[in-house]
């Protein structure tokens, strides 16, 4: 939703509560709070290309990138998730619970989605998305905001530059300086969309094929062929 956003020349901002829970606080044991994201998008397409998309999960790892880990038979880096019993755990097959990343940052922005959800209307963390409880709500909440650049714009750039010029300086100068490899949010993805278009397609690596084939038999559908 950012980036699109973004590229229609706007600034954007959403957080989302998700749909179960699945993250500790900090200094906690059991899951209350869900992985619980939050993204920006920037109109910075002008500037650089594409654009400017900071977009993260406030867990240390994200729960699709341990079940991408559990596919493909690899382990967990240490100090990231704990097992039913509350204890770390490197095995993504046995993760109860992820830690919030950052420790009591993380928690704290998580815990903003929560609040902003609170205000809204939203369910309590830890019945979302479970058996139904008649006569309460189990949704998660979406928050959206867009804002016109030229609603927070003085105009007043240094040297005469416009809005776009003033942009493509100022990320100039934080990859400067010796950070010229540096990356920058949302570069990756927009290298493999344009990745992807030239192939035609969704590029899939062969555990994920070979986890869709699974799905596809369960549903009694076509399994996909890898060759």
């Not at 609170?118 to 928050?143: E, H, M, N, V, W």
């Amino acid at each position: 939703y950012v980036m699109e956003a973004a590229r229609r020349g706007y600034v954007a901002y959403t957080n989302c509560t998700s749909a179960k829970t699945g993250v500790v606080p900090f200094g906690g044991k059991h899951a209350t709070l869900g992985t619980n994201p939050h993204s920006w998008g920037f109109p910075t397409t002008d500037a650089v290309g594409f654009p400017i998309v900071i977009d993260w999960a406030t867990s240390v790892i994200a729960l699709g990138r341990v079940q991408q880990l559990a596919r493909e038979g690899k382990s967990l880096p240490p100090d990231l998730a704990l097992d039913k019993d509350g204890r770390m755990t490197t095995d993504p097959a046995q993760v109860a619970a992820l830690l919030p990343f950052g420790q009591h940052k993380g928690y704290g922005l998580a815990l903003a989605d929560e609040l902003f959800a609170a205000l809204i209307g939203g369910s309590l963390p830890t019945i979302r998305g479970r058996d139904p409880i008649p006569g309460t709500k189990q949704t998660p909440c979406f928050y959206f905001q867009v804002i016109h650049p030229d609603a927070i714009s003085t105009g007043l750039f240094s040297n005469g530059r416009n809005f776009n010029e003033n942009i493509k300086a100022v990320i100039g100068d934080i990859l400067g300086h010796g950070n010229e490899n540096c990356m920058l949010p949302g570069q990756p993805e927009a290298q493999n969309a344009a990745h992807t278009a030239k192939a035609g397609g969704l590029l899939f690596s062969t555990a994920e094929v070979e986890a869709l084939n699974e799905i596809a038999d369960e549903a009694g559908m076509p399994r996909f062929d890898v060759a």
